[in-house]
């Protein structure tokens, strides 16, 4: 662990099981990983090995069904196992956003693209209620913590069978009548701040609402000004067309009468040029006639713009507006690389390519500006042109807006060019952990080198190798290493003790019986290491390219 970084995210022995008609479901088992700021953390693993369980623990959008059995997700000194839903809304989608793997699933396949991307700004642009909400936060996270409180207490004595350590009925009713004492305090003060703060926010409001009345005073004389500017133009521009269309008129007829009767091919051409020269010569003077107004009508423009500036920037003190939400989603829409923003803001999800649609998911993403953002698989639907596309996007807007990256996937070679570090998993737990440079060049655990075997590799005749058997059964996960049914290297010990975590070296960590001392040794395979051969000699020539 690097002390001298911040930490955004720290998972703590996270441990998260699904209630079936067949018995629990054990899908996490104990993992612990810290996501620093700045970073992208890749959890890779087979489907069913528990990354995508953890990554929505994290959001909180676990299904109903399950169950956190215990553990902690800590993010801003509050633990996100414990928080109540209300609070967990401010953190979901706002701090902490999400890429699903499906963009079409993801969108509305009725509801135009700029209204998805805007709705969540809309409906979480209450500013001034979240202001009042924001005031009274701390009491009212007293009066829910205690809920909390006497909520684990419930817990902790219904589920403690063993006698010597079970909780007495009696100890069980005081601690819990303690917590309910302090209640009506709590509510008092709840109460008491709730005063308070409602004053504070229409004082804010008031003041707001003063200075926009102020701004819009200063305003009118100019704005009144060029009202009267534009009357009194228009009036006089009446007479002005009327003159100048009158002389056109006379001037043409004059022409016509002049050239009446005439045959000759050169005469008719000549009468020609000159009537087109006498239609310019009036359009001009006619826009000479209209320059006053014109002007006028631009000034009038620019004063009421002026006011419904004043205006507008009062209603985003109460609220995100619409003109602002529209705004924001075409920024984002261009940032995110969708061409054409203000017209793709009005069409369908299926007007829409798979690429284009993630890119549009990632933009409702990015909306409320989050420091964490979690890709569940975001390339898996995509071809893999597209992939590189995406990949090479996320990885600029991580290093555009200093975002720290959750990225979840099945396929090591998606995040060899964009993670930082990386968490192997299987059957639920994290059997490997370290830097992308540690996991590729110097992977130690045998599921980490059936991971690397199985990738396709373009400068290599080798046969694919395939990862034999299945994930096991988590309604029963196996006493000793998950991996050991599917381990060609698997040894005795294996099959009857879970491994621990050996310590490589400060940043890498994995857990196999191989790297035991009384192990016997096990060299990585060599179509790894002629891989890694491979990839050593071309990171070598890019680096050479680039000098």
Same mark, same amino acid.
């Given at each position: 662990?690097d002390k001298n970084r911040k930490v955004e995210i720290s998972v703590k022995d996270l441990t998260v099981s699904f209630r079936t008609t067949q018995g629990m479901v054990r899908a996490v088992r104990g993992v612990s990983f810290d996501l620093y700021k700045g970073e992208t953390l890749a959890i890779v693993?087979?489907?069913?090995?528990?990354?995508?369980?953890?990554? %929505?623990?994290?959001?909180?959008?676990?299904?109903?069904?399950?169950?956190?059995?215990?553990?902690?997700?800590?993010?801003?000194?509050?633990?996100?196992?414990?928080?109540?839903?209300?609070?967990?809304?401010? +953190?979901?989608?706002?701090?902490?956003?999400?890429?699903?793997?499906?963009? !079409?699933?993801?969108?509305?396949? +009725?509801?135009?693209?700029?209204?998805?991307?805007?709705?969540?700004?809309?409906?979480?642009?209450?500013?001034?209620?979240?202001?009042?909400?924001?005031?009274?936060?701390?009491?009212?996270?007293?009066?829910?913590?205690?809920?909390?409180?006497?909520?684990?207490?419930? %817990?902790?004595?219904?589920? @403690?069978?063993?006698?010597?350590?079970?909780?007495?009925?009696?100890?069980?009713?005081?601690?819990?009548?303690?917590?309910?004492?302090?209640?009506?305090?709590?509510?008092?003060?709840? %109460?008491?701040?709730?005063?308070?703060?409602?004053?504070?926010?229409?004082?804010?409001?008031?003041?707001?609402?003063?200075?926009?009345?102020?701004?819009?005073?200063?305003?009118?004389?100019?704005?009144?000004?060029?009202?009267?500017?534009?009357?009194?133009?228009?009036?006089? +521009?009446?007479?002005?067309?009327?003159?100048?269309?009158?002389?056109?008129?006379?001037?043409?007829?004059?022409?016509?009468?002049?050239?009446?009767?005439?045959?000759?091919?050169?005469?008719?051409?000549?009468?020609?040029?000159?009537?087109?020269? !006498?239609?310019?010569?009036?359009?001009?003077?006619?826009?000479?006639?209209? *320059?006053?107004?014109?002007?006028?009508?631009?000034?009038?423009?620019?004063?009421?713009?002026?006011?419904?500036?004043?205006?507008?920037? !009062?209603?985003?003190?109460?609220?995100?507006?619409?003109?602002?939400?529209?705004?924001?989603?075409?920024?984002?829409?261009?940032?995110?690389?969708?061409?054409?923003?203000?017209? %793709?803001?009005?069409?369908?999800?299926?007007?829409?390519? =798979? =690429?284009?649609?993630?890119?549009?998911?990632? *933009?409702?993403?990015?909306?409320?500006?989050?420091?964490?953002?979690?890709?569940?698989?975001?390339?898996?639907?995509?071809?893999?042109?597209?992939?590189?596309?995406?990949?090479?996007?996320?990885?600029?807007?991580?290093?555009?807006?200093?975002?720290?990256?959750?990225?979840?996937?099945?396929?090591?070679?998606?995040?060899? @060019?964009?993670?930082?570090?990386?968490?192997?998993?299987?059957?639920?737990?994290i059997v490997e952990y370290g830097t992308s440079d540690e996991i590729f060049y110097n992977p130690r655990h045998p599921y980490t080198w059936a991971l690397l075997s199985s990738m396709p590799d373009l400068n290599s005749s080798d046969r694919l190798t395939a990862i034999q058997g299945t994930p096991p059964?988590?309604?029963?996960?196996?006493?000793?290493?998950?991996?050991?049914?599917?381990?060609?290297?698997?040894?005795? +010990?294996?099959?009857?003790?879970?491994?621990?975590?050996?310590?490589?070296?400060?940043?890498?960590?994995? *857990?196999?019986?191989?790297?035991?001392?009384?192990?016997?040794?096990?060299?990585?395979?060599?179509?790894?290491?002629?891989?890694?051969?491979?990839?050593?000699?071309?990171?070598?020539?890019?680096?050479?390219?680039?000098?």
């Amino acid at each position: 662990m690097d002390k001298n970084r911040k930490v955004e995210i720290s998972v703590k022995d996270l441990t998260v099981s699904f209630r079936t008609t067949q018995g629990m479901v054990r899908a996490v088992r104990g993992v612990s990983f810290d996501l620093y700021k700045g970073e992208t953390l890749a959890i890779v693993g087979e489907s069913g090995s528990g990354k995508s369980v953890s990554s %929505r623990a994290i959001i909180g959008i676990l299904a109903g069904n399950a169950v956190i059995d215990k553990g902690h997700i800590i993010y801003e000194d509050q633990d996100l196992t414990k928080i109540p839903e209300e609070e967990f809304h401010k +953190i979901r989608g706002n701090k902490i956003g999400m890429i699903f793997q499906d963009p !079409l699933s993801s969108l509305n396949p +009725i509801m135009r693209i700029g209204k998805q991307i805007t709705e969540g700004m809309i409906i979480n642009g209450k500013r001034l209620k979240n202001r009042y909400k924001a005031l009274i936060h701390d009491e009212k996270m007293k009066i829910i913590n205690a809920k909390l409180a006497i909520q684990e207490l419930q %817990r902790q004595y219904e589920m @403690n069978e063993d006698p010597q350590t079970q909780m007495s009925k009696e100890t069980f009713k005081q601690k819990v009548q303690e917590i309910k004492a302090q209640m009506p305090a709590y509510h008092k003060a709840l %109460r008491a701040k709730s005063v308070i703060a409602k004053k504070q926010v229409k004082a804010e409001y008031q003041a707001q609402k003063e200075k926009t009345q102020k701004a819009i005073n200063e305003l009118q004389p100019k704005f009144k000004s060029a009202q009267e500017s534009a009357a009194n133009s228009k009036l006089g +521009i009446q007479k002005a067309v009327q003159e100048t269309k009158s002389v056109y008129q006379k001037e043409l007829l004059d022409l016509k009468t002049a050239y009446a009767g005439v045959t000759e091919k050169e005469k008719r051409v000549e009468f020609m040029t000159k009537q087109k020269s !006498l239609k310019a010569s009036y359009n001009e003077k006619l826009k000479e006639a209209r *320059a006053p107004y014109t002007q006028a009508k631009a000034n009038l423009k620019s004063a009421r713009a002026a006011i419904q500036h004043e205006k507008e920037m !009062l209603r985003r003190f109460v609220k995100v507006t619409k003109k602002e939400a529209y705004e924001r989603a075409i920024q984002v829409m261009t940032e995110v690389g969708i061409p054409e923003p203000k017209k %793709r803001f009005k069409m369908y999800p299926f007007q829409f390519s =798979g =690429g284009m649609r993630q890119r549009i998911v990632i *933009a409702i993403a990015l909306t409320a500006d989050p420091e964490v953002l979690i890709c569940d698989e975001p390339t898996t639907a995509l071809d893999v042109t597209i992939q590189a596309q995406i990949l090479d996007l996320i990885k600029k807007l991580k290093d555009e807006r200093g975002l720290s990256v959750i990225f979840i996937t099945h396929d090591l070679g998606v995040v060899a @060019n964009v993670s930082d570090r990386v968490a192997v998993m299987y059957a639920g737990k994290i059997v490997e952990y370290g830097t992308s440079d540690e996991i590729f060049y110097n992977p130690r655990h045998p599921y980490t080198w059936a991971l690397l075997s199985s990738m396709p590799d373009l400068n290599s005749s080798d046969r694919l190798t395939a990862i034999q058997g299945t994930p096991p059964n988590m309604l029963f996960p196996p006493k000793g290493d998950a991996f050991a049914e599917r381990n060609p290297y698997a040894m005795e +010990i294996d099959f009857k003790e879970e491994p621990p975590i050996f310590k490589i070296n400060d940043n890498h960590y994995a *857990a196999t019986w191989l790297l035991h001392p009384d192990a016997p040794k096990v060299d990585i395979p060599q179509l790894i290491q002629d891989r890694i051969k491979r990839m050593e000699d071309k990171s070598k020539e890019m680096m050479k390219h680039a000098k």
